[in-house]
């Protein structure tokens, strides 16, 4: 009970704040995962965009790490964007995606190198992307804390080209060995429209 309420305590002391100094998007996202006996690991998230990219997002998911050191992970991902700000009224973009990642241990700085491809069904767009992420984190980092930075090109083979690159940093706070708070800002630059959307992200990993 005191790790819940500890977690719940750190949120609302810097939910408010975050708000305050949102550009144009927020992000707020709520997962957890199981180990099984099995030596896999089932993974499921729930978050929501506001602003610019207002909408739904969940997710469902099995990983497993091989001997290689190397992790794959099979998931669904859905994003539901509102309709024109809309209540009740949005659009449906189901995606199925496959992965595959490695984590280069340096003391105590890591390096993830992660390929992951998925398909897109439903009424926003269709077809494949390729999306590698880079990520760069360096852990025991003032007294605990892991500060990270992460890059995510999408590469869209239906249009052949970038459409756009997510760009996050941020620290993780390991509340306790089993509730993971996620502070950072997230950006999303729209390569086409040579846009960028940006604002803070906030996030909780629970370990079941």
């Known amino acids: 009970m005191f790790r819940f309420t500890r977690c719940a305590l750190f949120i609302s002391v810097f939910i408010f704040p975050l708000n305050l100094y949102a550009d144009n998007l927020r992000f707020i996202n709520i997962s957890a995962s199981k180990s099984l006996s099995s030596g896999h690991t089932l993974i499921g998230s729930f ?17 497993k790490k091989m001997k290689s050191s190397l992790v794959w992970e099979l998931g669904y991902f859905g994003y539901f964007p509102s309709v024109n700000g809309v209540k009740g009224s949005h659009l449906e973009d189901h995606r199925i995606r496959g992965s595959l990642s490695k984590t280069f241990v340096f003391n105590n ?42 890059v995510e090109p999408f590469y869209d083979f239906k249009e052949n080209e970038l459409t756009l690159t997510l760009l996050t940093a941020g620290v993780k706070w390991p509340v306790t060995p089993d509730i993971i708070v996620n502070i950072g800002h997230f950006n999303i630059f729209l390569n086409k429209a040579k846009t960028h959307t940006k604002g803070p992200l906030i996030g909780v990993h629970i370990k079941l």
Do not use: C, D, I
């Open 47 to 63: 978050g929501n965009l506001h602003e610019e990219f207002e909408g739904e997002l969940a997710y469902l998911g099995v990983a």
């Open 109 to 150: 700085w890591h390096f993830m190198h992660r390929s992951r491809v998925e398909y897109r069904m439903g009424q926003v767009s269709g077809g494949f992307r390729y999306r590698p992420t880079f990520q760069l984190a360096k852990t025991n980092f003032l007294g605990g804390l892991t500060a990270y930075t992460e």
